[in-house]
């Protein structure tokens, strides 16, 4: 059997040993290894950690943003720049042009008549970056036949005409754009390895069979090497060898909250499939209608909020009582961080995006990206977990700082124990591993993807530099 011996490697707990690899475990730790014939990593004294687990991520959203053009902040950032980036956009093969990350300070509230004026030769379907928004043009409109449409999501006008925007409607979209099956995951495989996530919670709910289907592909054939866990496998679903199936999840829009009885039907019906839920809450209506269901509904051991973007501050220790966790992403203050203190009353800021307070506090806190919509980067997101700092070099809630080594942690998780203990480089434990330039102490004091040297997934080199 093969193996990897990793030579003079620097463990998180300070320890300078040899890693045995065979197969796909970890099999022996300890100083001065003899070597069995394995292949050799010389570690030169830098650190050996368990792969990252980005818990909350959406693979074919990523896919594909990859192939369309970026249409807000930074690169664009107001209507003359997003007129020129789609003027000199490439259309896809389906001819119309996909623009992603869209925000209302680039050219405030777009409809099919305002995005018109921007861009009308060609047909455009342009995503607003919280995910949840479509706006199209007229030429896009009429290729849609949207005034024929019948899915809730289509927004109408009082005359019962399309806007063209459509909220939450990504696999009617896709349906009516024909696509052929979801995009490729070559590229986002190999930026996961790269840098250095060997795990990956998607969290896109409500997966299609056509989406699980191609994730198990992808996973078959080693275009993604990580393993992948799903929230938004439906719950009557037998997965496909590859896949595995987290809790359910449940997105509590906030550009329309649920209505309250079917919402705690949702969750009882997950609980009941042995499946706990993640529910997407970002305001804090939301938080407090989840908290509501929940109280009728009872809650499960595993259950988790995504984002958790406003947390008053006397709920936190209400979602400790209840054993709840928090799936968060700090990446989005150093993205996002200015407009939040711009649109946020100057009262929630203190509420934003919570982490230490989460975490001193008892509920369990991991780390994710939500890419696209978030930087995938899990080295920035932990730099971002410690700093918290915007674009501008503002400090966005300064008490909600993470120390970085809990930062780390935040990714060192199992997926399916998001926030839980740590995994660690330790004699039966999985190799998936990271072998990084510098000390634990380099590691933390400055996080960065440039550190990532080699990575192996299931004991197997997925990537080296
Ligand atoms: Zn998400």
Redesign the pocket.
Known sequence: MSGLLFREVTLLDGRRVDVRVRGDRVVEVGPGLDGAGEDVVPGAGGTLVPGLVDH???LHAMAAAERSVACGPPAVDGPDALRRALAAARPGADGWVRGTGYVESVAWDLDAAGLDRLHAGRPVRLQHRS?ALWTVNSAGAALLDLAAATHPGVERDAGGRPTGRLWRADDWLRDRLGADGPPALDAVGRRLTALGITAVTD??PDLSPASVAALAAARADGTLLPSVHLLGAPLDADLPAGLTAGPLKIVLADSGLPEFDPLVERIRAAHAAGRPVAV?VVSREALALLLAALDVAGGRAGDRI??GALVPADVVADLARRGLRVVTQPGFLADRGDDYLRDVPAADHDDLYRAASLAAAGVPLALSS?AP?GPLDPWRVIAAAVDRRTRSGAVVAPAERLGAAAALAGYLAPPADPGGAPRSVAVGAGADLVLLTGTPDDVLDAPAAERVRLVAVAGRTAHAS
Request: net charge negative; charged share 20%; proline share 0%.
């Open positions: 909350h991520l959406h995910g969290a896109t997407h995504e984002h939500d919509y």
